[in-house]
T-cell receptor
Framework: DGGITQSPKYLFRKEGQNVTLSCEQN?????MYWYRQDPGQGLRLIYY???????QKGDIAEGYSVSREKKESFPLTVTSAQKNPTAFYLC????????????FGPGTRLTVL | AQSVTQPDIHITVSEGASLELRCNYS??????LFWYVQSPGQGLQLLLK??????LVQGIKGFEAEFKRSQSSFNLRKPSVHWSDAAEYFC???????????FGTGTSLTVIP
């Protein structure tokens, strides 16, 4: 079955540590996205990538970094510079950037201890 | 400023009753419109989308939505709610000249027996 996988489902981090969240898709989509979800705030865009080896900052990119070395993979690193990283992180993909339907993975819940 | 508004933070309905969830947007031109549903701790699942044409669109799980250009609205409806419909519902807008989605803050639906 085609889809988007995210791992791990739950992640705990100590303050000052960097952590990397995995996102893989086998839908052959060119575009991929990372969102952060906090209660009562909907989804906010962190980074997006239109194509391999290219990515752009979203609305809340500070304290995060990404890479897009393969079409299927778009990992997100939450760095120690992110002041309040505890949140639910969602990865999505679409055939192309912009108006095409986005399909979501199951999410990763990150908790900073 | 561009925005997506879901005015109802939380709605409670009885099983078998009808449902309408509201979504309003403010963009210059008719955008692409989506409704997603999210169960607790899960990713978002696409319910339906509107790109053009017939302003009444049918989706999965018996949901439908109507686009009203004059009111800048895209309200989600279901004639008879089932207990399994309890979830968080998000409206999303993709401006046809933009490069990202904008999400509302969500409406949490509780279904009582």
């Amino acid at each position: 079955d085609g889809g988007i996988t995210q791992s791990p489902k739950y992640l705990f981090r100590k303050e000052g540590q960097n952590v990397t969240l995995s996102c893989e898709q086998n839908l052959n989509h060119d575009a991929m996205y990372w969102y952060r979800q906090d209660p009562g705030q909907g989804l906010r865009l962190i980074y997006y990538s239109q194509i391999v080896n290219d990515f752009q900052k979203g609305d809340i990119a500070e304290g995060y970094s990404v890479s897009r070395e393969k079409k299927e993979s778009f990992p997100l690193t939450v760095t120690s510079a992110q002041k309040n990283p505890t949140a639910f992180y969602l990865c999505a993909s679409s055939r192309f950037q912009g108006t095409d339907t986005q399909y979501f993975g199951p999410g990763t819940r990150l908790t900073v201890l | 400023a561009q925005s997506v508004t879901q005015p109802d933070i939380h709605i409670t309905v009885s099983e078998g009753a009808s449902l309408e969830l509201r979504c309003n947007y403010s963009y210059g031109a008719t955008p692409y419109l989506f409704w997603y549903v999210q169960s607790p701790g899960q990713g978002l699942q696409l319910l339906l989308k509107y790109f053009s044409g017939d302003t009444l669109v049918q989706g999965i799980k018996g949901f439908e939505a109507e686009f009203k250009r004059s009111q800048s609205s895209f309200n989600l409806r279901k004639p008879s709610v089932h207990w399994s419909d309890a979830a968080e519902y998000f409206c999303a807008v993709a401006p046809n000249t933009g490069n990202q989605f904008y999400f509302g803050t969500g409406t949490s639906l509780t279904v009582i027996p």
